[in-house]
T-cell receptor
Framework: AQSVTQLDSHVSVSEGTPVLLRCNYSSSYSPSLFWYVQHPNKGLQLLLKYTSAATLVKGINGFEAEFKKSETSFHLTKPSAHMSDAAEYFCVVTRYNQGGKLIFGQGTELSVKP | EPEVTQTPSHQVTQMGQEVILRCVPISNHLYFYWYRQILGQKVEFLVSFYNNEISEKSEIFDDQFSVERPDGSNFTLKIRSTKLEDSAMYFC?????????????FGPGTRLTVL
């Protein structure tokens, strides 16, 4: 069965420094993978998704993620953090070749210091 | 940009009472979902709904839960007799397809507190 693990529950960075949020998935096949972000009192917003096309996926607000099958990873990065990036980030996986139910990681809270 | 909305944002109820959580999905979407997140735990899938029928439900979604699309715009989750352990954030989502490449769009959530 598919699963996803976010390796850090909380990450703190300074404004202007790089962001790395780590995600590993468990799947017998290549699933679809998503990163969602949740700002306080807002819905879960899609940042980017991987669906078996290009392994380097670019998303909104300067975020990108690279699908690495050999490492079963889908880490989220951004070259330079902005104060507005402070939020909760969720790595999400689908079941292989099947939509519907999404499987969530436990979330990573990103703090950005001035 | 179209968005999923949910009401209320926060619901407080007594154990044993019925609650109805409401969602307005994106207007041209046909697939609807409920998820929940108990404090400190992962977001969990509850149920998916299409063409006025439940497509799939999780083990959590027992006889105490039901979903309905009472009109062309609303999608509701009813809990008949709430328990303390139902306290959670409930998220509604919708999509225009159900393949693994389709994006689910989420609402802001309803925080349910059962006393």
């Amino acid at each position: 069965a598919q699963s996803v693990t976010q390796l850090d529950s909380h990450v703190s960075v300074s404004e202007g420094t790089p962001v790395l949020l780590r995600c590993n998935y468990s799947s017998s096949y290549s699933p679809s993978l998503f990163w969602y972000v949740q700002h306080p009192n807002k819905g879960l917003q899609l940042l980017l998704k991987y669906t078996s096309a290009a392994t380097l996926v670019k998303g909104i607000n300067g975020f990108e993620a690279e699908f690495k099958k050999s490492e079963t990873s889908f880490h989220l990065t951004k070259p330079s953090a902005h104060m507005s990036d402070a939020a909760e980030y969720f790595c999400v996986v689908t079941r292989y070749n099947q939509g519907g139910k999404l499987i969530f990681g436990q979330g990573t809270e990103l703090s950005v210091k001035p | 940009e179209p968005e999923v909305t949910q009401t209320p944002s926060h619901q407080v109820t007594q154990m044993g009472q019925e609650v109805i959580l409401r969602c307005v999905p994106i207007s041209n979407h046909l697939y609807f979902y409920w998820y929940r997140q108990i404090l400190g735990q992962k977001v969990e899938f509850l149920v998916s709904f299409y063409n006025n029928e439940i497509s799939e439900k999780s083990e959590i979604f027992d006889d105490q839960f039901s979903v309905e699309r009472p009109d062309g715009s609303n999608f509701t989750l009813k809990i008949r007799s709430t328990k303390l352990e139902d306290s959670a954030m409930y998220f509604c989502a919708s999509s225009d397809g159900d393949s693994r490449t389709d994006t689910q769009y989420f609402g802001p959530g309803t925080r349910l507190t059962v006393l």
